[in-house]
């Protein structure tokens, strides 16, 4: 078992920035690739990012690139989203979630825990 907890939502202006970390415990960090996610209201889970298991291979929802930057520090256990830029429409829960898969995956049915999310709320 993997346990996530998330943090560093909050409420923030168009333009603004937010740094998400993700805490994990229970099995060795470095075993899992992880991934954010997010989920608006009335609206289905969507991938955000990706990073591999060493930290050397990420990839990005189309919607996010060149604003949001993950990363990870294994000796911390934590997983970090820096998301910059925000406009309203990154309005959302934002989850992170591990897999054991040994490639990152933006499909959310290949990840095998989630945290319980943070709320990111940007206004206008």
């Known amino acids: 078992q993997v346990q996530l907890v998330e943090s560093g939502g909050g409420l923030v202006q168009t333009g603004g920035s937010l740094r998400l970390s993700c805490a994990a415990s229970?099995?060795?960090?470095?075993?899992?690739?992880m991934g954010w996610f997010r989920q608006a209201p009335g609206k289905e889970r969507e991938f955000v990012a990706a990073?591999?298991?060493?930290?050397?291979?990420?990839n990005y929802a189309d919607s996010v690139k060149g604003r949001f930057t993950i990363s990870r520090d294994n000796a911390k256990n934590t997983v970090y989203l820096q998301t910059n830029s925000l406009k309203p429409e990154d309005t959302a829960v934002y989850y992170c979630a591990a897999t054991t898969r040994v490639l990152t995956t933006i499909m959310g049915r290949d990840y095998d825990y989630w945290g319980q999310g943070t709320q990111v709320t940007v206004s206008s």
């Open positions: 990073i591999s298991r060493s930290g050397y291979s990420m």
């Open positions: 229970g099995r060795t960090f470095s075993n899992y690739a």
